[in-house]
Each structure stands twice: as C-alpha cells, then as structure tokens.
C-alpha cells in the first residue's frame, strides 16, 4: 500500500511513524510534511487546504487509503468541547 497522511504536526509524524512500520506498507507520503516526517516518510510539497490537488495528487500516485488530522477540520466534524 501507498499512504498519505496530510499536514504537518507531531499527529502526523506519529502517524507516519506508526503506519511506515506495517510490512503492508510499501510508502508512506506526507503533505505537507516537516522535518520530523521526512525521516519516516517522503514529504509532498502540497498545500493542506487544496483538497483537490490532494486527490489530483494521491490518484497520481496511486495511494491506497489517506488520513487528514488537521485539528481545525476535526473539530468543526466533532464539537466535543
């Protein structure tokens, strides 16, 4: 599998780091990246709020699934607080 994980902060780098460990994981992407996630995956110079130069960008590549944790986004989806 090809992943994408999108943004650039300490979830993503967790994430990267957790899903590059899966032998089912042939690459892990990272848009856009930081210099944590350049260790455990290639950083894709690509603006988190382009959603579709995101798709344009992962059907491209042939990702498999992808994941976005930008805070702002979860919790306009999730209002817990």
């Known amino acids: 599998m090809k992943i ?3 943004g ?3 979830r993503e780098h967790a994430l990267c780091w957790k899903i590059a460990q899966s032998p089912l994981v042939k690459e892990v992407l990272c848009a856009p990246g930081n210099a944590g996630t ?8 690509l603006d988190v709020t382009d959603v579709a130069g995101l798709a344009g960008y ?3 590549e042939n990702v498999d699934p992808w994941s ?5 986004r979860w919790r306009r989806a999730w209002p817990i607080s």
């Open 58 to 60: 992962a059907k491209k």
């Open 8 to 10: 650039s902060g300490g």
């Open 38 to 45: 350049q260790s455990v995956a290639r950083n894709v110079r």
């Open 4 to 6: 994408l994980v999108v």
């Open 68 to 72: 976005s944790v930008r805070k702002r």
